[in-house]
C-alpha cells in the first residue's frame, strides 16, 4: 500500500506543478515577464501599455538631463537629446516582452523562473542620431579649434630684436 501512496503523492505533485506552471503562463501571457525591469524601473507583471507609462518619465528625465562638455578652456550646456540620443520607451517595453519567450516551452519556462527568482535589466539599445551628434560636436571643436604657429624672430627697423614663440595647435 506504501509505495501506490508515494506513486499517487507524486502523481499528485507533478499534476499541481504543471497546474501552477499553466496558470502562470495564463496570467502573464501578455503581460512583461514578472522581474524584469528597465533603467531602474521595474516592469514586470505589467502590460505594455502600462509599462510604457512606467519608463516614459525616466526616459524623458534621462534624455534631458544637463551634460556639461569641456574642452579648450571651454564649456557646453547640453543635453543628450541635443546631441542625438535617441531612446524609445516602446522599444525597452518589447526588449521586456521578449524575456522567456523565446526557444523551446522548456527553454521558455527556466527563462522565466530565472527572471522571477533572480530579475533580469533590460539595457536600452539607445539610437543616436549621427548626423546631430556630429553636428553638435563639430560646432562644439570650431569654436576651439586653431592652428599651431612657429616661432618667429624679426628684426625690427629700429634693430631690436622680436621673438614669438611656437603655439601648439588644438584639433
Known amino acids: 500500500v506504501a509505495p501506490t501512496m508515494k506513486r499517487t503523492s507524486f502523481s499528485f505533485l507533478a ?3 504543471l497546474v501552477a506552471v499553466a496558470l502562470f503562463e495564463m496570467a502573464n ?5 514578472p522581474g524584469a525591469s528597465a533603467l531602474g524601473t521595474s516592469v514586470g507583471g505589467l502590460s505594455q501599455t502600462e ?3 512606467r519608463l516614459t518619465p525616466g526616459v524623458q ?7 556639461d562638455i569641456q574642452g579648450g578652456g571651454q564649456t557646453w550646456h547640453t543635453t543628450a537629446r541635443d546631441l542625438g540620443l535617441r531612446l524609445d520607451p516602446g522599444e525597452l517595453v518589447g526588449a521586456a516582452c521578449q524575456l ?3 526557444g523551446s516551452p522548456f527553454d521558455r519556462l527556466g527563462d522565466q523562473i530565472d527572471t522571477l527568482v533572480h530579475g533580469r535589466t533590460v ?5 543616436t542620431d549621427r548626423a546631430a551628434l556630429d553636428g553638435s560636436l563639430a560646432a562644439m571643436a570650431h569654436q576651439i579649434e ?3 604657429t612657429d616661432a618667429h624672430l624679426t628684426l625690427a627697423t629700429t634693430g631690436a630684436i622680436q621673438a614669438s614663440g611656437a603655439q ?3 584639433a
Open 15 to 17: 499534476v499541481l506543478a
Open 29 to 33: 501571457w501578455d503581460k512583461v515577464t
Open 51 to 53: 509599462a510604457v507609462a
Open 61 to 67: 528625465q534621462l534624455l534631458d538631463r544637463p551634460l
Open 100 to 102: 522567456g519567450r523565446q
Open 123 to 127: 539595457s536600452p539599445a539607445s539610437t
Open 146 to 148: 586653431r592652428p599651431p
Open 168 to 170: 601648439a595647435g588644438l
